[in-house]
DNA sequence: AATCTTGCCGTAGAAAAACTAAGGCTAAGA
DNA sequence: TCTTAGCCTTAGTTTTTCTACGGCAAGATT
């Protein structure tokens, strides 16, 4: 017997937490990535969950995780739970006089497509503070505390999403290389490549009939932005996302290398979160983007 | 624009989960007390909390914190989410090969009724572990990970609950004592009193019909059982709980001092999850208790 | 076959969070 | 007026959590 009574203690939440969005996921990276951890922090906390119920929940492999039997029967509850969590902590974030309209989007559509609206939406709500957060990976609207999100991905059914544009893709470059491309057609000109669409050139030169030499070949950019840089600099030509670079064009910094525009099967999505925890101004603000 | 891209973060876990206990009992020490921290822990969580949000959630009372509007309009949310989460963390602790049966208890019952009849059970169930935790509050079953409880209450409806006995007290002392008792009466007898019972003898007396020069007076204990240990090495008189003393009643080192047992108002009550969250073993358990 | 790449693990040390302890304040009630 | 109950704050300690980095194994690539 004890002498001082400890109440037998539940899993840690921040396990559990980590287990919701491994388990998710079916991965530990794309879990630490949500949770803005590094893998190997998800690591201990689903070891120490497992240590705390006795039994395996995920089984390791080279490639990556799997659920185990148990961990598959637990999914539904945790997930069922967060999400109730995540409408709590949302109701609690309303609660504050002014909070942050939060946006999520990739780095290329917040570098290059954004700021262009964001601007007119700003003049609208001047007493609002928007702020945006770049990320790969569209976030889970009913987890994360986004009020709107904006990525390239097809439609899907049952979600509050507007589409925005179509996605299509078509050669771009500096004037300066106009001529030479006249000249030498692609082979004198370098292939610039952003590494979230390194297929770019290759589903445009066969969607389009054009054949290149190496489609894989020529600098390549961490960030779409970067690569655009490069282009109008005169570095090469890049696979313009229209919705991205037609300012570009309209402006004469970046010139079409073909008339063949070839739609990429996705398209610019915009989304919310289910009407019961948006804010008063989402869809109003959505409106205006759309 | 921050150059490493850090997701908005939402409010801290375990500050939520203190908001939730402290905004069901409408306290931060019932709240530490369920959380087996200290209220000052309480304390910290909620500001951090209240600073995440940027509004008040209690306000502050010399006696007693009370909920503001927005601190209440959330409570809801967060008890529904935190309950889904109890769900979730018994269903992963029953996942477990063989996970302990739990058992609360008030530490009286833990030393004096408990010990005989899970001798029984253990009998029964040799290869469960069952632990006994002893604490002054019933704990929320839905929320700890008790598989029972027994405590002194009323009956209350729509609980999975068992009425044991009724609860009734009669004084009782050291055969040694008796001679003195016949002759002065309670006035020759020094009064023993148990703290978290402390009105059982000002109750007897006016229900009784027997006057007693001071219902307060006399040695008190911290615990029960320490008062009955001393009643029957002779220190004085107790009132006694017949369901705690009825054995050592029998056995003849405690005598009863008057005929006269007066009900409390209260029972012992027998207290098992709702049946979603039962164990297997958790109906046979009870049954064998009853 | 050799080499990359991906995604996991483990460990050590560092950083952050959570907790306790102790002293203080205020309002209610004796 | 004194006591009690209940909260607060602060400082310091303990515990938890995270990162960094080396390793390993299975597919994929050359």
Redesign the interface.
């Known amino acids: 017997m004890s002498v001082t ?7 840690p ?2 396990a ?2 980590a287990f919701d969005a491994a388990a998710r996921h079916e991965s530990f990276v794309a879990a630490a990535e949500e949770l ?1 951890v590094t893998p190997g922090a998800i690591s201990q906390h689903i070891k120490a ?1 497992e240590a ?4 395996p929940l995920f089984q390791r492999n080279a490639q990556g995780v799997q659920l185990t039997q ?1 961990g598959r ?2 999914v539904g ?2 997930v ?3 999400d ?6 949302r ?3 309303n ?3 002014n ?2 309209f ?1 946006i999520a989007t990739l ?1 290329s559509i917040a570098q290059l497509w954004l700021p262009k609206h964001l601007a007119r939406i700003r003049a609208a709500f001047p007493e609002i503070n928007f ?5 790969e990976t569209p ?1 889970s609207l009913s987890r ?3 009020d709107l999100a904006i990525f390239f991905g097809p439609l899907e059914e049952g979600s509050e999403q507007i589409c925005l544009r179509k996605d299509e893709i078509t050669p771009v470059c500096a004037p300066v290389l106009r001529e030479r491309f006249e000249k030498d057609g692609f082979d004198g000109i370098a292939l610039l490549h952003d590494q979230t669409w390194a297929n770019d050139w290759t589903l445009w030169s066969e969607a389009a009939g054009v054949a290149l030499a190496d489609t894989q070949a020529g600098p390549k950019f961490s960030l779409y932005s970067l690569a655009v840089e490069e282009a109008k600099a005169g570095a090469g030509a890049i696979m313009g996302h229209t919705c991205l670079v037609e300012d570009f064009v309209a402006s004469g910094s970046l010139v079409r290398l073909s008339d063949v525009d070839v739609s990429t099967g996705k398209a610019l999505i915009l989304e919310i979160p289910e009407k019961a925890q948006q804010r008063t101004e989402t869809k109003h603000v959505a409106e205006m983007l759309g």
Chains 1, 2 share one sequence.
Do not use: I
């Open positions: 009574p400890r109440r037998p203690k539940g899993p939440l921040n559990m937490r803005n969950l705390w119920a006795g039994t148990s029967a637990l509850d945790f069922a739970a967060f109730g969590l995540a409408v709590a902590a109701a609690l974030r609660l504050s006089p909070p942050d939060q780095p702020s945006v957060t770049a990320m976030p994360e505390l986004f």
